[in-house]
Each structure stands twice: as C-alpha cells, then as structure tokens.
C-alpha cells in the first residue's frame, strides 16, 4: 500500500529483502526443453509466447495483486483480512501491526478505512465530516489498474465537510445537487483507502469517531430516486496465492480484463495476449497447454522478475527513477508498465507524490544491506534538519523478507513527528534516533525503533511533504552503523 524511494543495490541482500519472496517462478526453461518448441496451427511458438508472458506479466502484474486485496477484503467473508462487502466502508480501529499481513510495507500512522467499489449499476457518494484543519486525512481513490485517479483530501475539503460523488466509466449523468465533486473512475470497480492521522494513542476515541461518519450511499438514495436495476452477478473466482504464482495467473488476468475498459494505447498488447489465450471474460484453460507452452509462460513470469531486479538495481538504486514515478493518474504514468510494475511490487497503493513523499532506508551510510543480527545503526536528525512537511512525517520499522511490520517488546513500529515532545534530544538539540534488535539501553530507549534479528528496512514517509522535499533539495541523514 505503500510506494517507496529506495537505495537499492543488486546484491543477495537486496534481493532477500525485496525481490527473492516475488519471484517464485522458474527463470530458465527446463533441462531438455528446445529453445523454441514447433508451434500448432495458430499457436505462438515457445520463444514468442514468453516474450508475450513477460509482457502480460509486467503490465498484468498490478491488476491481479489489486485483485488479491479485493478478494481478501470485500468477498471472502471468512478471511481474516476482510473489512466490508462491496459498496460498504470498514475500519481498522488501530493502526497495523505485525498480525496485518493483508498488504506489504503498510502505513502504521493512520489508521485505515477501506471501500471497494462497484460502480456498475450507479455512482456511489462519499460524504466526508468536517475534519477541522489540523488533522491529516484523505481518501485515495484507486482504479482496478492500480492508477490514482483522484484524492479526496484537505486540500479539496479545506477540513470542512462535503460529498463527493463516483462515478464508473459509463455513467452520464449531471451533477446532482448538494454534490461537491463529481470524479470519474476508469473501471467500474474502484477502491477507495481512507487515512485518518491519529495524533498519540489517546486519540484513538476521536479517530474511531470521525471513522464512524464516514458514510457512502448509492445516488439514487442520496437524490431519493429510484434505485436502477441491479447489475449482473460476478463469479469472482477465490485467490490462491500458489495460483497467481504460476500460469494461474493468467486465468486471473482474462477474469479481469472485462472490467479493464480498453485504453487504445494497450490495444497492441491486448492483441498479443490473445495469442496465448488471455482473451476477456474467456477462461484460460492451463489444462490444455502443451508442456513446452506452460514452460514458456513460466519462463516469461522469470524474465519478468528478472526485469524487476535489473531495474531495481541499475534505475532505483541511482536514484535515475523515485517512487513519484511510480505511482498516479494514467497520465502521469504514460504508459509505462514497468514503472507501475515495480510500484506494485514494492508496495501496492503507493500514494501520488503531492500526497505524501517515501523515502526508504535499505543501505547504511556506507552502501551496505541492512542487517540487525550483525550490526546497531543511528539515525540523526540535526536541531533544524528534521524532514520539512505540511502535516506529519514517520520513520517506520519492516522486516526484510516479509516486508510486514516487526513484532517487538515495545509494540512500537515507528517513531513520527506527533512523538517529538516523548523523545530525547541530544546536546545540541537534535534527535539521534537507534534502529536496532536489542535495546539501547533504558535511557535511550525512548528514542529506539526496534528491528527485526535479520535484515530490515525502513521508510521515511512525510505526508503533504513541502516543497523542499518534493524536489530533494532537502537531504534525508544517512543510517550509521554504530556496532
């Protein structure tokens, strides 16, 4: 859920730490396998349907990992990441924790609200209360391609309250009446992630209270109109994560496609898919793949991954490509799948740069892996060089392969700006914050972010970041080794 700027390198620890836990394909084909098996009438040969895989892959990749939380969240009733059915808003109470393993990398400053929406038979209104102008918040609004299409947020409400309508990509309706906004979606199936800021654990009361007046409706109720006829039911197959690992994925990708209006810059690649049998609403029979077919769609998800890792180290790790990249509308993105790939990779729902800044800790100051079972690190904030923001910013704690939360005695996963008044200064008035396994000892630990006995990142967030930030003419500290 979260985008992140890297300083990644191309070293086994990096890809312990990001890559090695998505790639759980075979990158080369089988001992014996011919480079190109002889094609069936109308069939792709084998080197041309793994050209196609990969291709499918990267550009697929993000529909069917948007597919997986859709699933977990709003249709598998039974599931221990569900929220709410469809068109119904749920809460977390509390912000995450390690027990949350529905999404990587996750936000522990805010706790969540969480809306999938299907948008088929009418639009849906958002009303938001008065927020006042002190609290973060906003909703992001996410399409089935994983594109950030709008916010709702302070900079649109100004903190007061509102409604704001949703609409899929075949309603032509005007604006109704007592509608702030109207914000179109490219596919009739959106998601919609609410981040309320909680201030200290006190405010959890006030959090859950503005969670509560959260309130979505159809149109029709909102206007008192007649409801319209409802849409046709969907067969939404169950994830299985062992599936979308392998030609699986395929079959999730031809489910989805009827939902992915066509954008004509993809229809090349919509006509390639074809080829090897991802055809919308179209079942795709793994079944009936020859073993020579099934190795080559295997072996383009490799050299897919293979993509990912290459990128990471030769375009993140030079800072040549950031996560405002990475993530926003159709139109920031200009068609490139890859960026959206690795967006997806590295932590799903990354929000837009003006929205909030990632800034992520993955190399000490020396350019080396971090690993808590070999070395205590410090991170220090000079007394006027702590990150420049419009509301809040947070350095959060992730353990390398899991890329979740760290389970610790403090039950702290982060330390952020609200705590400046609990932490302990140094002489000269800066802050020296302690990333580490064991504790510091008692006098510094208030100012300890445990992490995990093992290799561990961490990500600086700042939300409504100025534009110092945005820019990078402000520089985050490095992380020094301190054993």
């Given at each position: 859920m979260n985008r992140l700027t890297m300083p990644l390198l191309a070293s086994a620890a990096l890809c312990l730490a990001l890559v090695a836990c998505n790639r759980q394909t075979p990158t080369e084909p089988a001992a014996g396998a011919p480079a190109s098996a002889p094609a069936a009438a109308g069939e792709p040969t084998?080197?041309?349907?793994?050209?196609?895989?990969?291709?499918?892959?990267?550009?697929?990749?993000?529909?069917?990992?948007?597919?997986?939380?859709?699933?977990?969240?709003?249709?598998?009733?039974?599931?221990?990441?569900?929220?709410?059915?469809?068109?119904?808003?749920?809460?977390?109470?509390?912000?995450?924790?390690?027990?949350?393993?529905?999404?990587?990398?996750?936000?522990?400053?805010?706790?969540?609200?969480?809306?999938?929406?299907?948008?088929?038979?009418?639009?849906?209104?958002?009303?938001?209360?008065?927020?006042?102008d002190k609290r973060y918040f906003s909703v992001q609004l996410i399409d089935l391609y994983t594109f950030n299409f709008d916010y709702i947020n302070q900079a649109l409400t100004k903190g007061k309250a509102g409604n704001f309508l949703i609409a899929g990509p075949d309603w032509k309706g005007e604006t109704p009446k007592g509608v702030d906004k109207v914000i179109r979606s490219e596919t009739p199936f959106a998601y919609a992630l609410f981040r309320t800021q909680l201030f200290d654990p006190k405010d959890l009361d006030n959090v859950k209270r503005l969670q509560s007046q959260y309130k979505v409706q159809p149109l029709s109720a909102f206007a008192g109109t007649p409801a319209p006829a409802a849409p046709p039911a969907v067969q939404f197959p169950p994830y299985d994560a062992r599936k979308a690992n392998d030609v699986g994925f395929f079959s999730y990708l031809s489910f989805l496609l009827p939902y992915a209006p066509l954008d004509d810059s993809e229809a090349a690649l919509r006509d390639r898919l074809a080829k090897i049998g991802v055809v919308p609403g179209k079942p795709f029979d793994e079944n009936a793949l020859s073993p020579a077919m099934r190795q080559a769609l295997l072996d383009g998800i490799g050299d897919a991954n293979k993509e990912f890792e290459n990128f990471a180290a030769t375009q993140m790790s030079?800072?040549?490509?950031?996560?405002?990249?990475?993530?926003?509308?159709?139109?920031?993105?200009?068609?490139?799948?890859?960026?959206?790939?690795?967006?997806?990779?590295?932590?799903?729902?990354?929000?837009?740069?003006?929205?909030?800044?990632?800034?992520?800790?993955?190399?000490?100051?020396?350019?080396?892996?971090?690993?808590?079972?070999?070395?205590?690190?410090?991170?220090?904030?000079?007394?006027?060089?702590?990150?420049?923001?419009?509301?809040?910013?947070?350095?959060?704690?992730?353990?390398?392969?899991?890329?979740?939360?760290?389970?610790?005695?403090?039950?702290?996963?982060?330390?952020?700006?609200?705590?400046?008044?609990?932490?302990?200064?140094?002489?000269?008035?800066?802050?020296?914050?302690?990333?580490?396994?064991?504790?510091?000892?008692?006098?510094?630990?208030?100012?300890?972010?445990?992490?995990?006995?093992?290799?561990?990142?961490?990500?600086?967030?700042?939300?409504?970041?100025?534009?110092?930030?945005?820019?990078?003419?402000?520089?985050?500290?490095?992380?020094?080794?301190?054993?």
């Open positions: 084998a080197d041309e349907a793994r050209a196609i895989a990969k291709d499918a892959y990267i550009w697929g990749y993000p529909l069917v990992e948007n597919y997986k939380t859709l699933y977990q969240q709003a249709l598998d009733q039974g599931g221990p990441n569900f929220h709410a059915p469809l068109n119904q808003i749920g809460h977390s109470a509390n912000v995450a924790t390690p027990k949350d393993t529905a999404i990587i990398t996750p936000n522990s400053d805010t706790p969540y609200s969480f809306l999938w929406m299907d948008l088929r038979a009418e639009p849906l209104v958002l009303s938001i209360p008065a927020m006042g030079t800072d040549k490509v950031r996560s405002a990249d990475m993530f926003g509308t159709r139109a920031h993105l200009k068609g490139n799948a890859l960026y959206r790939f690795a967006g997806a990779k590295q932590g799903i729902y990354g929000n837009s740069a003006s929205e909030a800044d990632y800034q992520g800790y993955l190399v000490d100051a020396k350019g080396q892996p971090l690993d808590a079972s070999r070395h205590d690190y410090a991170l220090r904030f000079p007394k006027d060089g702590l990150p420049p923001t419009n509301a809040f910013w947070s350095i959060t704690m992730y353990d390398g392969p899991t890329k979740l939360l760290v389970d610790n005695p403090l039950n702290r996963y982060l330390i952020n700006s609200p705590m400046l008044g609990s932490l302990k200064r140094d002489a000269d008035g800066g802050i020296t914050l302690y990333l580490q396994h064991a504790s510091p000892g008692k006098d510094k630990e208030a100012n300890w972010l445990p992490a995990p006995d093992g290799p561990f990142y961490a990500i600086l967030r700042n939300y409504s970041p100025k534009p110092e930030v945005i820019d990078r003419t402000w520089t985050r500290p490095p992380l020094e080794t301190t054993r």
